[in-house]
């Protein structure tokens, strides 16, 4: 298996401008997480799909974040618009929720800097 | 005040040396607690997964350890090798109710760097 796959790896846009960021989880998981990581507040969860289904978005900073997941191999997280405060890498996990504990893989992160 | 704090922030040996990291927690109930490797540019990677009922798990040359009546773990790394420069992660994951899931609260890190 190829892992989680994020894409883009990295992302450079101006003030104002949407960004989305893409993400295709591992095969048979059934749960999916975006964070967000930064110096200053580390790594932060967002938004958790169970069975593409939102179930906790307790994380998503303000209304220009949003995310979505139209089937269990694809899932965005669309900024728009966007701001400088927002760079930051962007990463997204999956895992086989079973029982009380899962494995959470992460992919490789995507890097956006907002001029 | 954070729920997940690591001790120290940064840390740098010798290859071959043996280190030791910290993490204090005070989540509660807690349900497992992980430690991640991070190397620069890349996603983290877990290294350990503890239940509250388990005091030491090992993965090939890091052994974490646990206390939850202290709410302490460590992670140790014997012989330690230039590939094991990286952040260091400690995660706790509250106690999961029927229908929840496991929420990661994550520590700032110790980036540890190993020098020839």
């Known amino acids: 298996d190829a892992g989680v796959i994020q894409s883009p790896r990295h992302e450079v846009t101006e003030m104002g401008q949407e960004v989305t960021l893409r993400c295709k989880p591992i095969?048979?998981?059934?749960?999916l997480f975006w964070y967000r990581q930064t110096m200053m507040r580390g790594l932060e969860l967002l938004i958790y799909?169970?069975?593409?289904?939102?179930?906790?978005d307790s994380g998503m900073p303000e209304d220009r974040f949003s995310a979505k997941m139209p089937n269990a191999s694809f899932s965005t997280l669309k900024i728009q618009p966007s701001e400088p405060r927002d760079s930051a890498v962007y990463f997204c996990?999956?895992?086989?929720?079973?029982?009380?504990?899962?494995?959470?893989?992460f992919g490789p992160g995507t890097r956006l800097t907002v001029l | 005040k954070n729920q997940v704090e690591q001790s120290p922030q940064s840390l740098i040996i010798l290859e071959g040396k043996n280190c030791t990291l910290q993490?204090?927690?005070?989540?509660?109930?807690?349900?497992?607690l992980r430690w991640y490797k991070q190397d620069t540019g890349r996603g983290p990677v877990s290294l350990t997964i503890?239940?509250?009922?388990?005091n030491t798990k090992s993965n090939g040359r890091y052994t974490a350890t646990l206390d939850a009546d202290t709410k302490q773990s460590s992670l140790h790394i014997t012989a330690s090798q230039l590939s094991d420069s990286a952040s260091y992660i400690c995660?706790?994951?509250?106690?999961?109710?029927?229908?929840?899931?496991?929420?990661?609260?994550f520590g700032a890190g110790t980036r540890l760097a190993v020098h020839p």
């Open positions: 095969s048979g998981h059934n749960s």
């Open positions: 993490c204090n927690y005070t989540v509660s109930p807690f349900s497992n």
């Open positions: 996990a999956s895992s086989l929720l079973q029982g009380q504990v899962d494995e959470q893989f």
């Open positions: 503890m239940t509250f009922s388990e």
């Open positions: 799909f169970n069975n593409n289904v939102p179930i906790d």
């Open positions: 995660v706790v994951s509250p106690l999961m109710f029927s229908g929840g899931y496991n929420k990661l609260i």
